[in-house]
């Protein structure tokens, strides 16, 4: 907890939190209740981008706006579902902060991580600080053991054929430089988690300084399975655009 | 430079070397004309042994399910009691 306090120093920094949703209205109130406890003493905002989530998520968003100040929670919506890239894109219009976080509305990634990457790149000036769940003190839950063999498998072969220089490639739960995220971001395609690999390496082909800092990731969907064959093939596909164009 | 230029790069070093090796003879031929299969197969191996062993040590969390749940519980306690819906549906 005296982490938490200490990380500020000389200069206060501000953290914009964007988080995409789509049907999240309980998991986006957790969330946020989750981040004001976890960053009591950090100026941060939090921009919610919705695509026209038809369970009321907005509505929530509403209310959470009541509850905590509409100067800390943004409510920036858009009509229908327009995808992950351009979510983050459409949130950092928005952004004033120096430094931006994404992160999953699903709680599949837990603010209690976030004093972590900020003390991490306090520490070493990175321009991104990434979750990475592959590491000992990180970890996922809900996985079957194919779900683990698919994603191992799939790690490999991407450190074998793109030297990424980070243990986990597909994750988005990410602190960026609010510049830097700007510029990769006008950079990328892809589309889905391919997406989430294009930008952490084309950051890394860029030479910005990329940190990592272990996460815990408990799935909840697990059952939905969320890897069949063409999901394999179009991250195949995926790996061989990034290996030719990066 | 492009990640593709390095790699290709990298292959042309190897083949250059490899057909130096033939013309030089210093191994034998039948050896030399073997290296890349053997390189292919080392790689296949090497691959297969790290999905192996990053399979054994995969990090699990099961703890973290608990938390999140007793987190989940805290949540929907206090944001029922300051206004906000806490229904799923």
């Given amino acids: 907890m005296a982490d938490e306090k200490e990380n500020i120093g000389e200069k206060k920094y501000k953290y914009s939190i964007i988080i995409p949703t789509y049907n999240e209205r309980l998991n986006i109130a957790i969330i946020v209740y989750l981040i004001f406890n976890h960053l009591r003493d950090v100026d941060f905002e939090i921009i919610v981008v919705d695509d026209g989530s038809p369970d009321g998520t907005q509505d929530i968003v509403k209310q959470l706006q009541q509850l905590y100040g509409e100067d800390r929670i943004l409510l920036r919506a858009r009509a229908k579902k327009l995808g992950l890239g351009t979510a983050y894109i459409h949130g950092l219009k928005y952004a004033t902060g120096d430094f931006v976080v994404i992160m999953d509305a699903d709680l599949s990634h837990h603010p209690k991580y976030l004093p972590s990457f900020i003390k991490k790149q306090l520490e070493t000036d990175a321009s991104i600080v990434t979750g990475t769940r592959y590491v000992k003190d990180g970890g996922v839950h809900g996985w079957n053991l194919m779900r683990k063999l698919t994603s191992r498998g799939a790690n490999v072969l991407a450190q074998t054929l793109l030297w990424p220089g980070v243990s986990d490639l597909t994750g988005s739960f990410r602190l960026y430089k609010k510049l830097v995220l700007e510029d990769v971001i006008s950079s990328c395609v892809s589309k889905g988690y391919v997406f989430q690999m294009e930008m952490i390496v084309r950051a890394s082909r860029k030479g910005y300084q990329i940190e990592e800092v272990p996460i815990t990731f408990v799935d909840r969907v697990f059952g939905t399975s969320k890897l069949g064959g063409s999901e394999i093939v179009e991250y195949l596909k995926g790996l061989v655009y990034l290996l030719l164009t990066t | ?89």
């Fill in chain 2, 1 to 89: 430079m492009k990640h593709v230029v390095k790699i290709l790069s990298l292959l042309v070093a190897v083949s250059a070397f490899w057909i130096a090796l033939l013309q030089a003879a210093i191994i034998p031929r039948s050896h030399t004309w073997l290296l890349p299969i053997y390189f292919v197969v080392s790689l296949g191996c090497y691959g297969l042994l790290m999905v192996g062993i990053g399979l054994m040590q995969f990090p699990t969390c099961p703890r973290e399910a608990v938390l999140l749940q007793h987190d989940i519980t805290e949540a929907k306690d206090f944001l029922s009691a300051n206004g906000v819906d806490v229904r799923s549906d």
